[in-house]
T-cell receptor, first 111, second 116 residues
Framework: QKEVEQDPGPLSVPEGAIVSLNCTYS??????FMWYRQYSRKGPELLMYTYSSGNKEDGRFTAQVDKSSKYISLFIRDSQPSDSATYLC???????????FGGGTRVLVKP | EAGVVQSPRYKIIEKKQPVAFWCNPI?????LYWYLQNLGQGPELLIR????????DSQLPKDRFSAERLKGVDSTLKIQPAELGDSAVYLCASSSRQGRSYNEQFFGPGTRLTVL
C-alpha cells in the first residue's frame, strides 16, 4: 500500500464549477502538506502548502488538512479551462525533506 | 529569476546504452533533488543534495545509477546501462530555506527518457 493515495480521475467539470480533490495518507509523521499543479510536459508547480492541520485560502484555492483523519483536500472555486491539469498532493516530514507524492488527479474543466 | 534548467529535454536511447542528465538549480539554492516520474504517477525521490553532499540517496538504484554535484551548484544524473524500465521523466528540483519556515521546491521541466 502506498503512503499517499489519490484518486487518478479524470475529473471532468463544467466551467465555473467547484473542483474538489483529496488525498489520504498513512504516515502520521508528515507535517507539511502541499498541492502541486502539473501541466502536460511541464514540471510540477506549487499551488498551496499547509503546515500541520487547518485551512488555508489563496484566491480561488482552499486547502484543508485533517491530521486526525489523515486526509487533505483542495478546492478550486469558479474553475476555468486553464485549471485543466494534473493535481498532485505531496507531503513531507520536515521542511526541505523529500516530498512524498500522491499519484495525481487529472482535472478537465470544460468551457 | 531563471528557473531550474534541465537538459536534454528529450532523450531516446537503446537499452544497455549509457545516458546522462544535467540540472542547473536556481541561483543560491543549496538543496537539489532528483525525482523520477513514471507515466500516470507522482514523482519519487532518487537523491537529495545539501550543497555537494548527498544526504538522502536511499532510493537511488546504485548498481546502475550515479549522481554528482560538484562545487554544490549544478548536478548530473547518470544511468549505465539503461534498461527498458528506466523510461520515465527525470525531474530536478531545488530549494533554499533562507530564514523561511518552509522551503518550496521548484521543479524543472524534466528530461523525458525513452529506452528502446
Amino acid at each position: 500500500q502506498k503512503e499517499v493515495e489519490q484518486d487518478p480521475g479524470p475529473l471532468s467539470v463544467p466551467e465555473g464549477a467547484i473542483v474538489s480533490l483529496n488525498c489520504t495518507y498513512s504516515n502520521s509523521a508528515f507535517q507539511y502538506f502541499m498541492w502541486y499543479r502539473q501541466y502536460s510536459r511541464k514540471g510540477p508547480e506549487l499551488l498551496m502548502y499547509t503546515y500541520s492541520s487547518g485551512n488555508k485560502e489563496d484566491g480561488r484555492f482552499t486547502a484543508q488538512v485533517d491530521k486526525s483523519s489523515k486526509y487533505i483536500s483542495l478546492f478550486i472555486r469558479d474553475s476555468q479551462p486553464s485549471d485543466s491539469a494534473t493535481y498532485l498532493c505531496a507531503m513531507s516530514k520536515a521542511a526541505g525533506n523529500k516530498l512524498t507524492f500522491g499519484g495525481g488527479t487529472r482535472v478537465l474543466v470544460k468551457p | 529569476e531563471a528557473g531550474v534548467v534541465q537538459s536534454p529535454r528529450y532523450k531516446i536511447i537503446e537499452k544497455k546504452q549509457p545516458v546522462a542528465f544535467w540540472c542547473n538549480p536556481i541561483s543560491g539554492h543549496n538543496t537539489l533533488y532528483w525525482y523520477l516520474q513514471n507515466l500516470g504517477q507522482g514523482p519519487e525521490l532518487l537523491i537529495r543534495y545539501e550543497n555537494e553532499e548527498a544526504v538522502d540517496d536511499s532510493q537511488l538504484p546504485k548498481d546502475r545509477f550515479s549522481a554528482e554535484r560538484l562545487k554544490g551548484v549544478d548536478s548530473t544524473l547518470k544511468i549505465q546501462p539503461a534498461e527498458l524500465g528506466d523510461s520515465a521523466v527525470y525531474l530536478c528540483a531545488s530549494s533554499s530555506r533562507q530564514g523561511r519556515s518552509y522551503n518550496e521546491q521548484f521543479f524543472g521541466p524534466g528530461t523525458r527518457l525513452t529506452v528502446l
